[in-house]
């Protein structure tokens, strides 16, 4: 294994599929979020303000900000809608005998 941070998020049967749920990775708080089938993970800050993505409506890919409104891709981080202009990071998800995990990108 290597010496990466990897932190368990959960049984894949207690993170079905549109459960949200947040970790912290190296003292950052990040949203882990099954999206059809997939797990994705971003900081969970939104990048207009201090707002955290947890809860956030999901759909077609995006997670919304429950503050202001601002759509995230999933899959990137990348801000859809206004008004967050900058991305928020995105980590990495990975499953490994029934449990998912998340490791920095
Ligand atoms: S804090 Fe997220 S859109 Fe403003």
Redesign the pocket.
């Given at each position: 294994m290597t010496a990466q941070t990897r932190v368990l998020v959960g049984r894949v049967d207690e993170l079905p599929e549109g459960s949200q749920r947040a970790v912290d990775v190296d003292g950052r708080s990040v949203v882990v979020v099954n999206h059809e089938g997939v797990y994705y993970a971003l900081r969970n800050n939104?990048s207009?303000?201090d707002?955290p993505l947890l809860g956030g409506d999901v759909s077609m890919g995006r997670i919304t900000?429950e503050?202001?409104?601002?759509k995230f891709e999933l899959a990137t981080g990348k801000p859809k809608t206004l008004?967050?202009v900058k991305p928020v990071a995105l980590y990495r998800t990975e499953v490994e005998h029934g449990e998912v995990f998340v490791l920095p990108l």
């Open positions: 939104c207009h303000k707002y900000c503050k202001h409104g601002a008004p967050a």
